[in-house]
């Protein structure tokens, strides 16, 4: 297989860890970013004890400028960057008449517009190569909604408009763009979720179980595999049969 170089946004986090790991696992040479250099250090080196060597930058993808110097020094370090995840995301959430301006715009700057900072650093390099691979990762939410979300629901659909529209752009030049909409995973993120909600959730997904990471992680991997150079433009759902809109 061809070793390549991927940089998975939030990798430190729950399904962004397991995403490294897979990637590495698939011989890739894997970046990500971080904010908080205490944490980061602390997961570098749970890393290395358990064998994987990960490249990490400081930024907040959230800010044009931190993305654009990020990305410049990953491909410092490791090369043209081939494979970007765009997995970074936070949730702050409020019912609607409740929701602060404040709830609204870190949620749709962290989770959307964090895609148009860090794709469009490394689109044109992808573009002048004729090679790469672009995955969202989105959210159950993002199709079907969901109480006390209108930001991160708004957020997570608009990625895969992001993908579908930037799917056609690049299709001619060997660049595919895909969503993975994971259901709920049992990550902090999830667990932040109050127990009686949590419970409910899980009452409705048909597996009768929270998903775990290295099952979103696995779809991540079928999108930006060799083989998959015809698959561009979809919209992947790994949630458990939670929702099965198509
Ligand atoms: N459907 C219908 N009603 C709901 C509801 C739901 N899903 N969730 C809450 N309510 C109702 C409650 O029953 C309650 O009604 P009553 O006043 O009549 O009793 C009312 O809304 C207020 O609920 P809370 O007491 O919980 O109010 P709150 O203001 O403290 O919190 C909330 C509201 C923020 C929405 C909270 O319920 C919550 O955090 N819900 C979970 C939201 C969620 O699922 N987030 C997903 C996070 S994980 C993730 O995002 C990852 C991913 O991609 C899947």
């Known amino acids: 297989m061809t070793s ?18 897979r990637l590495a696992q698939a011989g890739h040479r894997v970046a990500t970013n971080y904010r908080n250099e205490g944490k980061a250090r602390a997961w570098a080196e749970a890393m290395r ?37 765009n997995n970074a995301g936070i949730t702050r959430d409020a019912t609607f008449h409740r929701m602060s301006p404040e709830q ?23 573009r002048e190569r004729k090679w790469g691979r672009i995955v969202q990762i989105s959210s159950i939410n993002g199709q079907k909604g969901q109480y006390g979300q209108a930001n991160y629901a708004a957020a997570k659909a608009g990625m895969h408009g992001f993908t579908i529209s930037l799917a056609q752009e690049n299709a001619k030049l060997g660049i595919t763009v895909n969503t ?22 899980i009452a409705q997904i048909p597996t009768g179980r929270l998903g775990t990471p290295e099952e979103i992680a696995y779809a991540v991997a079928f999108f930006v595999a060799e083989e998959a150079a ?17």
Do not use: H
């Open 4 to 21: 390549r170089v991927a940089l998975v946004t939030g990798g430190t986090g729950g399904i962004g860890t397991a995403i490294c790991k």
């Open 49 to 85: 004890e358990e064998g994987f060597g990960f490249t990490l930058v400081r930024g907040d993808v959230s800010s044009p400028d931190e993305a654009a110097t990020m990305v410049r020094q990953v491909e410092e370090a490791l090369g043209p960057i081939d494979i970007l995840v």
């Open 104 to 126: 609204w715009t870190e949620v749709i700057n962290t989770n959307l517009n964090s895609c148009f900072n860090v794709t469009r650093a490394v689109i044109e390099g992808m």
């Open 180 to 201: 993975v909409s994971p259901g709920y995973i049992g990550t902090d993120m999830v667990m932040a979720v109050p127990e009686p909600v949590r419970e409910k959730i």
């Open 230 to 246: 015809w698959i561009t433009g979809a919209n992947l759902a790994a949630n458990g049969g939670q929702y099965m809109g198509w």
